[in-house]
């Protein structure tokens, strides 16, 4: 106790006898605080805008180290309106965070916060299960959109969507896009090796590069690739082409070699967790499940 004390003394200039239990809980308050704000901005497309702050900020500091006046002044002007355009960018992000505090979830946000996870990587199996469906749903001239969620979580455009929670499997999606099922039309999420969504609803990109010739299909296969960092699969029912659509580009025409590789270089970086980065994050809800 006294080493404690002695430790306070020199190192933190605080005397253990001017903390009180108060202090105490409004450390953890804050603390909590903190944790559950960067929790919301890992999980929602914030963390995309933190990154361009941070950047902004950078080249602020920059002018600031060298005395460039004329971009010192225009950044004061910005920044005084920057709190009103905070609110205005994350208006979808903070109505969803202030419903989910009316839900009075957020001790069990806190105590399972793995429910965003991937639950296993995409690998090669799941790539070849999606190129296999993608080309026999072309040869059939069934329409499809398959969309394989990255870093960027995709929990808006899932919610929008009928929950399936399945391993996913070529004769899943073939069943799902079916003529005339439930659940055909929309958009099919996939995270990791699991389809967890299907019928979802995705932005339509206003892009007018977009041919003519194509449709709303891949009008949203793009817009959810200009928003995301996700890798669209977009079968044509019309002519039964393949596409890709990644980082606002859409790629057409593909064969089923060149999609499997596509795929592979863009899931590559995904590296398995490390044994404490899976234990901080959680042990993932769906582990112990066998792949098939």
Known sequence: MDQLKGFFDKYLNVSLSDIWITDIVEMAIIAFLIYEIMLWIKNSRAWTLLKGFLVLFAFVAIAAIFEMDTILWIAGKV?????????????????????????????????LTNSTKKQDNT???????????????????????????????????????????????????????????????????????????ATCYLPLSDSM??????????RAGLGISEVTDSVTV???????????????????????EGLKTLLMSCFAEHEEETPRRKLLKGRPKHERKADK
């Open 79 to 111: 920044f005084d309106i920057g709190v009103l355009a905070l609110v205005i960018i994350f208006q979808p992000e903070l109505r969803k965070a202030l419903e989910q505090l009316g839900q009075n979830n957020m001790f069990s946000h806190l105590l």
């Open 123 to 197: 690998g090669e199996q799941v790539i070849d299960e999606i190129v296999k469906a993608a080309f026999e749903m072309g040869k059939a001239r069934t329409g499809a959109l398959i969309v394989m969620e990255k870093e960027v979580p995709l929990n808006e455009y899932i919610a929008t969507g009928i929950k399936i929670d399945g391993v996913l499997t070529s004769q899943l999606l073939l069943n799902i896009f079916e003529h005339n099922t439930p659940l055909h039309d929309g958009a099919v999420i996939v995270r990791g090796n699991r389809v967890v969504s």
């Open 209 to 218: 590069r977009i041919s003519k010739a194509l449709g709303t299909r891949h």
């Open 234 to 256: 977009i079968v044509s029912e019309e002519t039964g082409y393949v596409s890709v659509a990644q980082d606002g580009r859409l790629i057409r025409h593909m064969n089923a």
